[in-house]
C-alpha cells in the first residue's frame, strides 16, 4: 500500500501530474466529441437543403 501511495503522490507532483493527465483526456475527449456533433449539425443541414430543393423543383 505504501508503493501505491507513494505512485499517487508523484514524489510531491501529483497535482501537475493528475491535472495534466485530466487535462489530456479531456482533450482526447473534446477531440472526439466535437467532430461526432459538428457531423450530426451538418448531417441535418444538407437533409434540409435537400428537401427545400426536392419541395422547389416539385412545385
Known sequence: MDA???FIHM?????????SYAIAL???????VLPLIEKRRMEKRIRGIIQNEQSATSE
Do not use: K, P, Q
Request: aromatic share 26%.
Open 11 to 19: 514524489g510531491g507532483y501529483a497535482s501537475y501530474v493528475w491535472s
Open 26 to 32: 479531456l482533450a482526447y475527449g473534446l477531440s472526439i
Open 4 to 6: 501505491f501511495n507513494t
